[in-house]
């Protein structure tokens, strides 16, 4: 290679690095790592770890041998992280990520003081449910303590203080930032200095949260009228992360609840950021026999979790349940166009476009209407809830139980395909299958196994032979099951292989894998579809259907391709399109350009439609809290803000590469705020992929910016820097040549 030749390389190299610096998002706390050590690692070893690194603090986090540091000044997470990795003695390290509340800021609109009344309960079947309960012979409710972990809980609230959980010592919860029981809204702490901040004091998020509980329970207690009609035996456990909720902040709250007799717990927040440490910390809810279900909601900006995981929810443990966000009644209820969807992720909705929520205090009560996922996870765990205060027998319910009940008994949604149920919620269809339980499979995952005669991008092409492969989960009772699996829509000369399997002996609690064939014509070429996919699984008395979206994306290297987005009402679930391209051997870049082509709204001033890329797996982000690609590898990589036109260069050379078109959720909210918003236009966009070696092409919006096309590109100074490396290069070059020659 020539030293020229090396040059270039070398300059890709920084180029992929500076990329990567560029797009990571820093979503977890700074200044704090969380570290846990290997079972074997002696104390020496620690030691010296400690020595090496020089925490400013080291605070062991509740009982999960998992310690939380503040680095020293002359280090940063990120090199205390890397480092940590390579010790022999430490198990694993990671930032401490953050999470978020799942809800929209909505003002106070409602002064109504029956709130225990409204509509979701009803909807919802709650009093008719606590009767078949009833009239099935309960006497005496079993107690069920529901924990709240969330920014805090007002103690004082007089719709929340009579179904407040009081422990043995006079605790009423747990606040993990000052290390009491008492979860009521305090002082921020500032995340650098560990100071309260004296401005500002925790969101009512929590208090919110919790009193969508407690107005269930009410909605039942005003129809208890002796003692001989028992209510359930229900109360709730506040438990305070503050105003940052962090991992750790999870832990210490996890440690409480499970010490303190939780059954059930509801987490109204959530993140992109996979941590090990929170799975570990959750996993404790099912060892040991601990029998805690996690309720968790989905979130809200219209993200497919099955592509873009978002924690705690898509934890993969068994005793975690997933809550979208659904709307209207009848015939119309669907999901919301704002609820995030996955068909193996997102177990089931539950309304949350206008929940009622007790927002006051003793002296002044005031209630308003919310909106969020946060409110449809509370709405799911009241019944959860009322379903462990009358289980049947002497036994308690264990979590497979209840979650088995809860999406067993669901009323049918509209849309097919975004959640695992496709249904939503209902109290009355969940308590008669907690007393008459049937199987109840759910697909737990879908995979693309092109391993055999494709190119092993685990995506469907055009001309290939594939296998999808189910994994199914029964909850409920065992069976011996038959699958057939079909296209709901044949068409466009995809072939399934609709052969009836067999899975044998699916006991409950178990996970069993199927295949089935699927051929993809030549001629399908490389535009956008996604293929909605029916399932048929029977076993002689039971009969269920499933449906599950592949979506088909191919892009071809050198050709521009166009697409649409963003149909209308009623196809809410396509604001973003995954694509991929995959990159032949020899490849040092790929270079994507976006341009949107619809006439409504498509020009420089606006943001439509926004492009991601990743190599290797999709691109995460949440336009909730404005979280974009955020892995190391130096394709992660994003072009977001104003402008038609969207091109950036990817550094990552062979491979897959995954590619999210996304449709900017402002603009979405902005078009169904328009008076004629029953009929939108589906946005038109063109999209084209090249490949190249060494250099990248010269343009305005070169590489990994991520201004939108506008300004100076943050590495034009590198490139400059770089040009003139070479032109002292060469000249000093030519003048040991002279002097050769001179002499």
């Not at 062991?60 to 939380?68: D, P, R, S, Y």
Request: hydrophobic share 40%.
């Amino acid at each position: 290679m020539t030293l020229q030749r090396r040059m270039s390389a070398t300059l890709l190299t920084i180029l992929a690095v500076l990329c990567a610096r560029h797009a990571v998002a820093e979503d977890y706390a700074p200044h704090q790592v969380l570290v846990k050590f290997r079972q074997q690692a002696t104390a020496e070893a620690v030691g010296g770890i400690y020595r090496k690194h020089l925490p400013d603090t080291v605070k062991h986090v509740a009982a999960f041998g998992i310690e939380k540091w503040e680095v020293s000044a002359n280090s940063t997470v990120e090199r205390a992280v890397a480092a940590l990795r390579n010790d022999p003695a430490v198990e694993y390290a990671e930032p401490n990520y953050r999470r978020y509340p799942h809800a929209f800021a909505v003002t106070p609109t409602n002064s109504q003081s029956d709130w225990y009344s409204q509509a979701a309960y009803a909807l919802l079947q709650i009093r008719p449910a606590w009767d078949i309960a009833l009239n099935n012979g309960v006497v005496t409710p079993k107690p069920v303590i529901v924990a709240v972990f969330d920014s805090a809980i007002d103690i004082a609230n007089p719709d929340i203080k009579p179904y407040l959980w009081t422990s043995a010592d006079g605790k009423q919860g747990w606040d993990t930032i000052n290390n009491d029981g008492n979860p009521s809204p305090g002082r921020c702490v500032n995340e650098k200095t560990g100071l309260s901040e004296p401005n500002t004091i925790d969101e009512p998020h929590g208090t919110w949260v919790t009193s969508v509980v407690a107005g269930m329970l009410q909605h039942i207690a005003m129809s208890v009228t002796s003692r001989s009609t028992p209510a359930p035996a229900v109360k709730l456990m506040g438990v305070r992360l503050g105003c940052y909720f962090t991992v750790s902040d999870e832990l210490e709250a996890v440690d409480f609840a499970v010490k303190n007799g939780a059954n059930i717990i509801n987490a109204s927040y959530g993140g992109i950021q996979y941590s090990q440490m929170e799975r570990d910390g959750f996993k404790q809810l099912v060892d040991k026999g601990k029998n805690i279900l996690l309720i968790t909601s989905a979130g809200n900006y219209d993200g497919d979790n099955d592509r873009i995981p978002n924690y705690p929810a898509n934890l993969d443990l068994p005793n975690i349940l997933s809550v979208g966000a659904s709307q209207g009644t009848g015939f119309n209820d669907k999901l919301t166009y704002w609820s995030h969807y996955g068909a193996t992720s997102v177990d089931l909705a539950a309304p949350g476009d206008d929940v009622i929520v007790s927002a006051g205090t003793a002296s002044a009560p005031l209630y308003k209407g919310e909106r969020g996922t946060s409110f449809s996870a509370p709405l799911v765990s009241g019944i959860a809830a009322l379903l462990m205060s009358a289980m049947p027998g002497a036994s308690n319910a264990t979590a497979r139980q209840i979650r088995a009940a809860l999406e067993g008994g669901v009323a049918p949604l509209g849309g097919k395909g975004v959640l695992a149920t496709d249904g939503r919620v209902d109290a009355v269809g969940a308590m008669n299958f907690l007393f008459h339980p049937t199987p109840m499979v759910v697909i737990h995952s879908v995979r693309i196994d092109d391993t055999a005669s494709g190119n092993r991008n685990s995506e469907l092409d055009p001309g290939e032979s594939a296998d999808i492969v189910l994994a199914l989960e029964n909850l409920g009772t065992a069976s011996s099951l038959t699958a057939q699996l079909s296209l709901e829509s044949p068409g466009d000369g995809f072939i399934v292989s609709n052969q009836i399997r067999t899975v044998a002996d699916l006991q409950s609690g178990g996970i069993a894998s199927v295949r089935f064939g699927v051929q993809v014509p030549v001629s399908a070429g490389t535009v956008h579809r996604r293929l909605l996919m029916k399932l048929n699984i029977t076993d002689g008395s039971y009969a269920v259907v499933r449906h599950f979206v592949v979506e088909y994306g191919p892009i071809a290297l050198g050709q521009t391709q166009s697409g649409a987005i963003y149909t209308a009402y009623g196809n809410e679930q396509d604001d973003m399109q995954f694509l991929y391209v995959t990159a032949p051997p020899g490849v040092d870049y790929v270079t994507f350009r976006l341009e949107c082509t619809s006439q409504s709204g498509c020009d420089d001033k606006n943001d439509v439609l926004d492009l991601l890329v990743q190599k290797g797996t999709p691109p995460r982000f949440d336009y909730d809290y404005s979280k974009y690609p955020d892995d190391t590898d130096p394709s992660a990589v994003s072009k977001i803000g104003p402008g038609a036109v969207k091109t950036l260069t990817a550094l990552g050379g062979a491979g897959t590469y995954y590619v999210a078109v996304v449709v900017n959720p402002e603009y979405v909210r902005r078009r169904k705020s328009e008076p004629n918003a029953t009929s939108i236009l589906p946005i038109d966009y063109t999209l084209r992929a090249d490949s190249g070696r060494s250099t990248p092409p010269k343009s305005k919006s070169f590489g990994c910016s991520m201004t939108g096309g506008e300004g100076i590109d943050p590495l034009l100074p590198l490139l400059l820097l770089s040009a003139a490396t070479v032109v002292v290069w060469r000249r000093q070059q030519m003048r040991s040549r002279r002097t050769e020659n001179d002499v």
